[in-house]
């Protein structure tokens, strides 16, 4: 994965942030990981298909989504109800979207599937076949830890979309 | 004063959008993806449609063409976190009349629908 990707994500993720819960996001160190990736309290998969391929994975903890989404709303969540964990997603849709639309002015046309809310710690999920790129995006109320696993797309015989990510079903909740 | 169907996935958005329609004087009423956009517009007859476009079962761009071939009057916004060219261009090929890009401006949703009313 490249620079051509990543900025238009970070530029996204920042100005999507700053529309939605007014808060500035600044960009922690950046690192390469290709192991399992290990869930936090929260993660939301997006995949996307087209010219850049792959997925999209944003961690965060209980604490910091409940804030997010209280600010968002503007009343005060205290718990993950379904009310909290749609506004979890929709987060991660608007910032994945806006990606898109960058990524488009860059000449990428892609689109992004639905978002999926993956709840409980420890659950395993593997990126196969290249590295991704961990992303933390810091705020206020804490981290958004994005990982990027994209690539651009590739030739393949059966023109099958990549989506690179195998979840490993036995979940500590059992959920 | 008008009936404003919400077609959206995320619940969050939609009880979001009903207390900014409401607060305004419209009457809401739901859809959570493509398939139910089509069963709502046609039971419900709404005067405009807010349309997002990812969605499970059925996207909206999908929901946009159904309808206006059904109702070529459809007055439908599309409202969704894409906004490539590409996709603005097929939404309006297919009838659609306005497109905001999420995050929105609760005041660009209100003009365009007003906009639409009128
Ligand atoms: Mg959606």
Known sequence: ??????????????????????????????????????????????????????????????????????????????????????????????????????????????????????????IEISTVEFQRVVVPLETEVGIITAHLALREAQASADNMPYIPIQVETASPNGA | MAKILVVDDAEFLRVRITKMLTSDGHNVVEADNGVNAISQYTSETPDVVLMDITMPEMDGL?????????????????????????????AIKSGAKDFIVKPFEPDRVLGAINKLLN
């Open chain 1, 1 to 122: 994965m490249n620079i051509t990707i990543l900025n238009p994500f970070l530029a996204a993720a920042k100005e999507v942030v700053q529309a939605e819960v007014q808060l500035e996001v600044t960009r922690g160190d950046l690192a390469l990981q290709r192991s399992a990736f290990t869930s936090q309290d929260l993660t939301v998969l997006i995949s996307l298909a087209g010219d850049i391929e792959g997925v999209v994975l944003y961690g965060l903890t209980t604490q910091t989504a409940l804030a997010l989404v209280s600010r968002m709303l503007d009343q005060e969540f205290k718990e993950m109800d379904a009310m909290a964990q749609s506004g979890i997603s929709e987060l991660a849709n608007v910032i994945t979207g806006r990606s898109t639309v960058n990524l488009s002015e860059a000449g990428f046309t892609c689109d992004i599937s639905p978002p999926t809310l993956v709840q409980g710690q420890s």
């Open chain 2, 62 to 90: 999908t929901a946009v063409k159904e309808i206006c071939t059904k109702d070529p009057q459809a007055q439908i916004i599309m409202l969704t976190a894409l906004g490539q060219e590409s996709i603005v261009l097929d």
